[in-house]
């Protein structure tokens, strides 16, 4: 019956006997009504719908955990500096900051342990950095909150989305996509991020000049990496070799790198240029 009417249940009285010790995640989790949003003031669950396209994804849903001080940041922090990838609306990228300065794309930021330290290290550059994780929106978001970062936007959704309907040509200074998911069998590997369509899309987006860089400690992504961007008319290896280029100082170590590392599999990076329009 309330179900039907879309009403919250009504509380149910406590089992008699002996209460479990008191664990604030799972508070979190059993005191929502069916149909309630999960957090109320923070992202939503699928912003732009799931019915929005049928399209092959770059990312697994997965429904992990969220701890109480996830949470927390999540409704507290969300209506401040979260964006909803929603793909009903173009951003002005210059009012989401508050400033005129240079805006990075970072797709894939897991925990957003090096996003953070990043932005706390070039705080003239901003950063919007989108993932679907909820748990790791979070984390940056209580990153950011405890380093006074302003220069961090967290967005929930589908990079794609994001680039095609909501960002206008030309807008973005930079590109960072680290350690992508690999999709290792091939039957998988058309769920890839970085692909030809995706760079073209990506390109259109990125100003003349703007460095797409890219990591991943899975080889034979890192070699499709080198084949695609290095095929592509928009973008220009930095490298003079045409290879891959040693880890830059100003990229942290990530937290799937050093998972990476530990099974010895070995890092590249790629750092690409977006040539100038007439260069096409
Ligand atoms: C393997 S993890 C790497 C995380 C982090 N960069 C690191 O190195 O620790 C890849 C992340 O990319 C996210 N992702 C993949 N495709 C995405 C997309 N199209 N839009 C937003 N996030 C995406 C996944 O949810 C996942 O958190």
């Known amino acids: 019956m309330s179900d039907s009417l879309n009403l ?14 008191h664990d604030p995640g799972a ?5 929502r009504a069916k149909g309630e949003p999960r957090f109320p003031d923070g992202p939503k669950a699928d912003p732009a719908g ?12 997965r429904r992990s955990r ?53 932005a706390a290290e070039d705080p003239g550059t901003n950063i919007l950095a989108v993932d679907v994780h909820t748990p790791g929106q979070g984390n940056l978001l209580n990153l950011a909150d405890q380093d006074g970062l302003s220069n961090v936007r967290v967005g929930n959704g589908d990079a794609i989305i994001l680039l095609r ?6 807008s973005l200074d930079g590109l960072r996509v680290y350690f992508p ?7 998988h590997h058309k769920r890839r991020l970085i692909q030809p369509e995706f760079l073209t899309l990506a390109a259109s987006r990125l ?15 890192a070699e499709q990496m080198l084949e695609v961007l290095g095929a592509h008319p928009d973008f220009a290896n930095t490298r003079a070799d045409g290879g891959f280029a040693p880890r830059p100082a100003f990229r942290p170590l990530t937290r ?25």
């Open 8 to 21: 919250p249940e009504a509380p149910r009285p406590a089992p008699a006997g002996p209460q479990p010790p």
């Open 165 to 170: 309907e909501m960002l206008r040509p030309d």
């Open 66 to 118: 969220v701890t109480a001080g996830q949470a927390d940041a999540l409704q507290r922090l969300w209506p401040k500096w979260g964006l909803d990838i929603d793909g009903q609306r173009v951003i002005d990228l210059g009012e989401l900051f508050g400033n005129a300065n240079p805006v990075v794309l970072e797709i894939g930021f897991g925990m957003g342990e090096a996003t953070a330290r990043m």
């Open 207 to 221: 100003k003349p000049g703007a460095i797409v860089h890219c990591a991943t400690d899975w080889e034979p992504y």
């Open 256 to 280: 799937f790198e050093g998972q990476g590392l530990d099974k010895g599999h070995v890092v590249n990076d790629l750092l690409f240029r977006r040539v100038p329009h007439q260069e096409r």
């Open 27 to 31: 508070s979190l989790r059993q005191s």
């Open 50 to 61: 799931s019915h929005f396209e049928r399209r092959i994804r770059s990312f697994q849903p």
């Open 181 to 187: 998911d690999p999709w290792p069998k091939k039957r």
